[in-house]
């Protein structure tokens, strides 16, 4: 049954020990970062602070910020089922005869399930202020000591784009720069940015560009926002899909926009069209703070929410952080999409070190020469793995998910003059190391075995291993022996 708003999460949450209420006052101005901090790095729950200093809007963090956590969002006992899912539909075929029809007419009615619908009304409409609002009402954090003040960082952004008509969703953060203005942090690569680009360069005298806000709502659709979707795949329908229920949406009252309808809050306005402000510095996802630059600027000119609403938010910074969780769940839910343009490819591993998009690591079945960077180029091809600064392959029986294994293998295979290759390209916004801004190179690393059609004539040694029946021998001596399991 999925979960009908944030409220029914926060009680799953309670009712599974994993969430801790905070009933006592803490700043959101680096205090309420402190305790998420604190509480991820050592296994701790999410927190709900119930008395937010400056605010009676309770305020949750870290909801996602676990392995169960994350089953308990999606409402799996595995991640791997909702990537099971996505497997099954990906290779439905035309059934044949009327038995195979049949039995696709479960799935097929499935599928209808995901799709958004309108409703008339919601919770999100409870209260709705067009005057008088201010977004200091929120308990809004000011995450780290230099950030340039206080960010929005856990939203849904709705923007449309011009040319399609179609609804995008994405996570961008947003700082807080006086009560009725923020940043809006479009990358120059988000959907949300394209919009931009796309209405500007319409010619059709448009100045404004509207957009609507929503913080808070079921798991499944808060996570939606930051799945890296190809552009003009509908997050609410993907949402649906990974609720197995449709996502209601409501009509924004000064926007032509919807928004979740179970939402806690929704703030609608306007991106003026070349109107840039300074944004930033923010300690960032990567462990550093990202340098101030220019972004458009959101005008909110009404707030809707629910009556006694719920702030919910998140921080990123030196990992393992909430986004580690969010983003590992991605890595399992998206591997089937890529196995279907990359059928070689076995498994994938982005070790919380390299933040997502510095390190990937990949098993592949080899099966010619040159194999290994045919499938690099190929993931730098890929929406948004194109940022993937340094790519490690190894073949199919390296586990990825033992780092240990993979660095003893990858060092002890490479010859790195030979199996080290750098290009040219797009890398992300935020990687301060980068020649440019959104340019520079990146590293692919050939940790495979070498073929003689590579051009490698030694002979290529054995993994040292004991055989099977040997180690069932020493089990039953072992245990003789009184020694430790």
């Known amino acids: 049954m999925a979960y009908a708003d944030l409220r029914d999460f926060i009680r799953a949450l309670e009712k599974q020990g994993e969430l801790k209420r905070i009933p006592f006052e803490v700043d959101p101005r680096l205090e309420i970062t402190e305790f998420a901090d604190r509480s991820v790095k050592t296994g701790g729950p999410a927190?709900?602070?119930?008395?937010?200093?400056?605010?009676?809007?309770?305020?949750?963090?870290?909801?996602?910020?676990?392995?169960?956590?994350?089953?308990?969002?999606?409402?799996?006992?595995?991640?791997?089922?909702?990537?099971?899912?996505?497997?099954?539909?990906?290779?439905?075929?035309?059934?044949?005869?009327?038995?195979?029809?049949?039995?696709?007419?479960?799935?097929?009615?499935?599928?209808?399930?995901?799709?958004?619908?309108?409703?008339?009304g919601g919770p999100c409409k409870e209260v709705i202020r067009r005057d008088g609002f201010s977004l200091d009402y929120f308990p809004i954090l000011h995450c780290?000591?230099?950030?340039?003040?206080?960010?929005?960082?856990?939203?849904?952004?709705?923007?449309?784009?011009?040319?399609?008509?179609?609804?995008?969703?994405?996570?961008?953060?947003?700082?807080?720069?006086?009560?009725?203005?923020?940043?809006?942090?479009?990358?120059?690569?988000?959907?949300?940015?394209?919009?931009?680009?796309?209405?500007?360069?319409?010619?059709?005298?448009?100045?404004?560009?509207?957009?609507?806000?929503?913080?808070?709502?079921?798991?499944?659709?808060?996570?939606?926002?930051?799945?890296?979707?190809?552009?003009?795949?509908?997050?609410?329908?993907?949402?649906?899909?990974?609720?197995?229920?449709?996502?209601?949406?409501?009509?924004c009252e000064t926007v032509d926009l919807e928004v979740p309808a179970n939402a806690e809050i929704v703030l609608e306005g306007y991106v003026e069209l070349g109107e840039l402000r300074r944004e930033g510095p923010f300690g960032d996802h990567t462990g550093f703070y990202s340098l101030d630059d220019d972004y458009p600027v959101f005008h909110v000119q009404c707030v809707t929410h629910r009556k006694n609403p719920i702030y919910a938010t998140t921080i990123v910074g030196p990992p393992p952080m909430e986004d580690f969780y969010m983003g590992k769940a991605i890595e399992r839910i998206f591997l089937p999409l890529m196995r279907m343009q990359l059928p070689e490819v076995r498994d994938i591993a982005m070790p919380a070190e390299g933040i997502f998009?510095?390190?990937?690591?990949?098993?592949?079945?080899?099966?010619?020469?040159?194999?290994?960077?045919?499938?690099?180029?190929?993931?730098?091809?890929?929406?948004?793995?194109?940022?993937?600064?340094?790519?490690?392959?190894?073949?199919?029986?390296?586990?990825?998910q033992n780092f240990s294994e993979v660095a003893w293998k990858?060092?002890?295979?490479?010859?790195?003059?030979?199996?080290?290759?750098?290009?040219?390209?797009?890398?992300?916004?935020?990687?301060?190391?980068?020649?440019?801004?959104?340019?520079?190179?990146?590293?692919g690393v050939d940790a495979t075995r070498k073929w003689p059609g590579e051009g490698f004539t030694r002979p290529w040694p054995d993994v040292i291993a004991m055989p099977a029946e040997v180690k069932t021998r020493v089990d039953e001596l072992w245990r003789r022996a009184g020694l430790q399991p």
């Open 410 to 443: 990858a060092l002890n295979n490479i010859d790195p003059e030979r199996d080290i290759q750098f290009v040219m390209g797009p890398v992300d916004s935020l990687d301060h190391a980068s020649r440019l801004p959104n340019y520079g190179s990146k590293m």
């Open 357 to 400: 998009h510095n390190l990937i690591l990949v098993a592949i079945r080899k099966s010619y020469p040159g194999h290994a960077r045919k499938v690099m180029h190929a993931i730098w091809g890929l929406g948004q793995a194109m940022f993937s600064k340094v790519i490690v392959v190894v073949d199919e029986d390296v586990d990825v």
């Open 47 to 120: 927190l709900l602070f119930e008395k937010p200093k400056g605010s009676s809007v309770p305020l949750l963090i870290n909801a996602f910020a676990s392995e169960k956590r994350m089953r308990l969002a999606l409402e799996v006992d595995s991640i791997d089922e909702v990537a099971a899912r996505i497997s099954q539909f990906l290779e439905m075929r035309m059934p044949e005869g009327i038995i195979g029809k049949l039995k696709m007419l479960p799935m097929l009615a499935e599928v209808g399930a995901f799709f958004p619908k309108t409703v008339s």
């Open 144 to 251: 780290w000591p230099q950030d340039g003040g206080r960010f929005i960082t856990l939203p849904m952004v709705f923007s449309r784009n011009p040319d399609t008509g179609k609804r995008n969703c994405g996570c961008y953060r947003l700082q807080v720069f006086d009560e009725r203005t923020t940043g809006m942090h479009w990358q120059t690569h988000k959907q949300g940015a394209e919009h931009y680009r796309r209405l500007r360069a319409a010619g059709n005298n448009a100045k404004k560009m509207d957009v609507a806000v929503a913080i808070g709502a079921d798991p499944a659709t808060m996570y939606s926002a930051i799945l890296p979707l190809p552009p003009d795949i509908d997050e609410m329908m993907i949402a649906g899909f990974l609720r197995s229920k449709p996502v209601e949406m409501v009509k």
